[in-house]
């Protein structure tokens, strides 16, 4: 069991970093809502991917909701202007909990992780 979880926090760490990956490129060659939109739902897709490395033996479902409800917290947190008082001061902290509040980023968190959920429980059907 115990080498199991490893390499199901394994696969979600490369995961993690595929998706990381994906954002740059779109952040390197694209600007406007592309990049702004992608980044939302790779944010929530890497988001997904954590919940896996800390705890891999999350059910999809599950970690698919506390994915979304991690972001929606991070989202509203935005309406206190705390992650922008951090975020002037920390790229890091900038990255991870952003500037501004923005409604649209509520709609795109899910798009970044229901078809991940999806594939997820497509692929554990096909094992079973």
Known sequence: MLRTDWSRRLAALAAAVAVLAIALLIRAVADGPLEQHSGTALYAS???AGVFVLRPRTAPLVAGAAAIAFCWLVELS?????????????????LALGVAYDPLDMLW?????????????ALRRGRA
């Open 78 to 94: 935005q309406l206190t202007g705390v992650p922008a008082y951090l975020s002037e001061r920390s790229l890091l902290a900038r």
């Open 109 to 121: 968190y899910p798009v970044g992780v229901l078809p991940l959920v999806a594939l997820h429980l």
């Open 46 to 48: 890497l988001i997904y």
